[in-house]
């Protein structure tokens, strides 16, 4: 079992930075995938950035691209996501996931664990 905590995540203004991080404990996989979801209320999951363990290859959608960056730290067994020039319709719970086999990284029905989230909230 895969345990997952994301932590990070607070109320900022507009134009203002966060880093969230996801510690990972349990069984995991040289070969994973680390990926931040998120979601706002009333709005459907949707895929912000990923992580390949192994090689380091990053992956965002075009919403956050050039604002966020998604790293790892191996010893730590941890993942960041720094956000920078934050907007409002950032606002949303961040989810931090896990991807043990070969999926599609945008895809959140791919991902095998999640953890249960961290409020990100950016006011104009």
């Known amino acids: 079992q895969v345990q997952l905590v994301e932590s990070g995540g607070g109320l900022v203004q507009a134009g203002g930075s966060l880093r969230l991080s996801c510690a990972a404990s349990?069984?995991?996989?040289?070969?994973?995938?680390m990926g931040w979801f998120r979601q706002a209320p009333g709005k459907e999951r949707e895929f912000a950035a990923a992580?390949?363990?192994?090689?380091?290859?990053?992956y965002y959608a075009d919403s956050v691209k050039g604002r966020f960056t998604i790293s790892r730290d191996n010893a730590k067994n941890t993942v960041y996501l720094q956000m920078n020039s934050l907007k409002p319709e950032d606002t949303a719970v961040y989810y931090c996931?896990?991807?043990?086999?070969?999926?599609?990284?945008?895809?959140?029905?791919?991902?095998?664990?999640w953890g249960r989230g961290t409020q990100v909230t950016v006011s104009s």
């Open positions: 996931a896990a991807d043990l086999a070969p999926g599609v990284i945008t895809t959140a029905h791919d991902y095998d664990y």
């Open positions: 992580i390949r363990w192994s090689s380091g290859n990053t």
């Open positions: 349990g069984h995991t996989f040289s070969s994973y995938v």
